[in-house]
């Protein structure tokens, strides 16, 4: 009961945020210098009357005062309708639910790559000594420092042209996933070694783990049953953000290795000034924000039972 | 009709004088062609709309040829016109009406039969506003109506003559399509044509792929085809792959069978590692900066011409594209019909452009720069980006050469959108273009229409000259015009040619029988893989 | 501490910096020199990096590309830093509604990548090297308002603030005596690192063509250029994209060290 109320609680905070999401993407529209009837109809071919320009408008209802343009925007946009791309006529919704898949199963890919690699890392630089302590403390800032288009072009570079061990390009089967993949994973994976180093390590100190080891308890078992426990929660919260991280670093592993997602379809509207396109990715991302730092709550619950709403609300 | 053809054939025979990397059109056959298997070939630009009656691009056409046939066909080498879906055709002596005697037994890939009806609707519908033809609709201008003679005979009705409409007809542009799916609205048609072409367009991943697979019971493949029949491959994947070294690694290591555009630098080289590079020039308008005589400083043609003879497009040609592409001699390409070679020679010449703008006013300044009356010599470059071809890098180069002279060139690269309005507003100063269209009427498309990057400004008897080449039926009228806009264009200096476009298609060792369309896109009608 | 990462840190930056201030005295040859008889030349003692497509002296190119990478990437940690702080300190001094108006924008701006929220304001504003420091400025304001503002609320609680509040002493005299001094520590420690942020953000954006326009390049244009000859000539992308990477490294190398402090 109390764990439902809780999630009613977190939804019914969540909505202002779309509402603002949704704002900024409506204002989005309103500040891009040009008129969106001139560019729709700007093709080659006889310029455009006037009777052309006002019907179109009319259609688009760019006639009607702003603030009825803004509430029926934000009515479409609670009904998933963003309209039309204005590159290609196709409705937003089909052409953003057309390439979301492959994009989720990169970020899905990259997201399990950068929790195994990170948490690898971050513990095996408190269990390791030496030189290994030395590189799993080293590594995380070397790949948080490294430019996307970078690791990508070389990882085509090496692993496609010359071992020839993973294609290149396209989006068919487990292998063409591996290298955007491990491009998108880097930084994350850097990002979730280091905070969680440093809380592990901070964990570490704290009293109950002493008294732990004090009775005996072993080295590894300290740190799977105790420590990581509690040094998980910053990390889970770093999860909410390395998922929407992940997909706009896709924009550029996209670009390389030409495949479908939403990062191409961004940079695609971006570079057409496809408005309505950009406006639907940037709800979507909204949206998805809002789920995962929802679901990021009801892991700290899991996690740490102690852990209440009004807790997480600070 | 005769007459037409003869010069037809001349013009080709002057193509192929003037066109300096000529190469075979197809992959000559090592062994009997073997059915099945299937290929996959990386293309660099998305095609975006698949309907050829809307979308304008090459990357479209790409596809759509290979799913559309048309009623007349060009063959890639004479560019003579020959018989595909229509079996004969006249015209009137005054180029205002064509009658088509179509062919029987076709069908399109929905089962719909293609007969005089179909004709009609696909003309009809070609010109209807809600259509949003980006092009086809132009090569359709002063269009009156089709009348249905009987079921296998159309009569092509237009208010002013289009003489050159029997060519227009040969291109993917005015391809015929089942009239079924006009049905379901333009944006339905961009994503899936049905056409009556060697291949069905089968599914479409967005930005990543498009498979086309075999049409089996194809039969009506046009008399300029060495194999009419259903073509060898069971399956073909086009690839979307934008980035040139990435496509070019994956054809290298065997990732894909076949490679669009390969860039001029690594032409030899592939050839050397044992893969078949094939050449096409392609017709049309050469690539070609364009100076807009209606915006200062352009207005005086002596900076025109300085410009114009500031620029070394030899050493263009030479260091971008290695002579891979040749350097232009006129705005059309030497592949063109009704092309004339009005640049023989290079019109570089450095020190004649300082004097031109010495005499027009534009003093030298002590850090080389020009200026007049304390305003600097600047003009502002438009260009698309992402380039193809290596434009942006040959718009440095061109920047360096004028800076040289004392001209000081502001690039900036806008997306394809933006230039086209831009030119439609008159706001371009200096511009580029190139359009594939195998037909001197090419002219007449790109210069009445305000295309991106286009010239604004051409000389009075312009105009006049191109509305009386399309409106005859003389070849040699038509030809002589073409040469007249072709010399006036580049004495006023309003167009600077600088290379034809050629198309280079790079071909993985176990492919054959590849061949080039007329426009000078690859086919996939008569290829074949040994494997 | 490690001293000898601080060290090799600190003579990078000193490379940068020098590259930055006199590009012509580490690399005479004039960077956008097109020399048609060694085009595409692997590194060589004449040519260090290598040259490209043109001829160009990529050393050279990379040297002086570094004055626009590196302004970009300081005008734009800057400006977050000067807007951020401002915003966090009104948030923080005034509270009430506007304080949490403020921080409900500040939840929306961190509802984004930081990628997207530059693309999207370059999508609006057009793209300019100008635009591309205002893009990565927007992308880096969040975090500023919250550390600046959580100081605040920090300092405003000790006791000798508060009574300095009770007793009459102006607002401006409380900010600029405690909380100011106060804030400095974590909001340098912060910007340490979001400059290093800001020069992988801005050369991303060149990457994906929104970069400075030619013949003026960074690091990002010179990888991006280079994408055409990746598997044939890797050094037009490995050079550039190598000098993003250490100069990042180096400057969080200096932040960690810092903030360890």
Redesign the interface.
Known sequence: MRRAGFVLRRLASAVPVLVAVLTLSFVMMQLVPGDPVQTMLSGAGPAPTPEQEQALRHQLGLDRPLHEQYFGFLADAVRGDFGRSVQTGEPVVSAISAVAPASAELALFALVLSLVFGVGIAVLGRVATGPLRSLCHGVPVVFMSTPGYWVALVLIEVFSFRLTWFPATGDAGFGALVLPAVTLALPAIGVIAQVLGTSLAAVDAEAFVVTARAKGAGRWRVLLRHALRNASIPTITLVGTTVGNLLAAAVIAETVFARPGLGRLTLQAITNHDIPVLQGVVALLGVLYVVVNLLVDLCYVLVDPRVTADRIRD | MTGRRAVLIAAATVAAVGCSTSAPDATAPQAEPKSGGSLTFATDADPGCLDPHQSPTAASQLVTRNVVDSLVAQDPKTLELKPWLAESWTASPDATSFTFTLRTGVTFSDGVPFDANAVKANFDRIVLPATKSLLAASLLAGYDGTTVDDPRTVTVKFKAPNASFPQAASTAFLGMQSPKVFEAGPEAVCRKPVGSGPFVAAERQPQASITLTKRADYNWGPETAKHRGAPYLDLVTINIVPENGVRMGSLRTNQVDAIANVPPKEADGLKGAGFEVLAKAQPGIAYTLNLNAAREPLSDVKVRQAIAKAIDTEAVVNNLYQGKYPRATSVLTGATPGYASVLGTSQFDAAAAERLLDEAGWAKQDDGTRAKNGKPLSIEWTFISPAREQRDLLAQVVQQQLKAVGVDVKLVPLAAGEVIAKTARGELQMGDISFVRADGDVLRTVLTAPRGGAPAVVAPEVPGLLTAAAATVDDGVRKENYAKVQRSLIENATAIPVYDPTYLLGVGKAVHGLGFDPQGLPSFHEAWVSR | MKRPGVVLSLLVLAFVVACVAVPGLLAPTPP?R?D?LV??EPPSFAHPFGTD???RDLFSRVVHGARMSVLVALAAASASLVVGALVGLVAGMLGGWLDALLM??V??L???????LS??V???L?SSVVNVAVAVAVAGVAPYCRVVRAQVLHVRTRPFVAAATVSGVRPSAVLVRHIIPNAAGPVLTLALMSL?VAL?AS??LS???FGP???DADW?TL??????????A?WL??FP?LM??CT??AV??LH?AVARR
Request: charged share 10%; glycine share 16%.
């Open positions: 956008d097109i048609p085009m595409l497509q043109l001829g409900r924008a939840d929306v961190l509802a984004f990548p930081a990628l997207l693309l999207a370059i999508g609006i057009g290093g992988l050369s991303s990457f994906l063509g326009r030619p013949p990002g990888a991006s250029s280079g994408r055409d000859y990746v598997g044939t890797w992308t490995a994209g993003v990477v990042t490294l969080t190398a960690r």
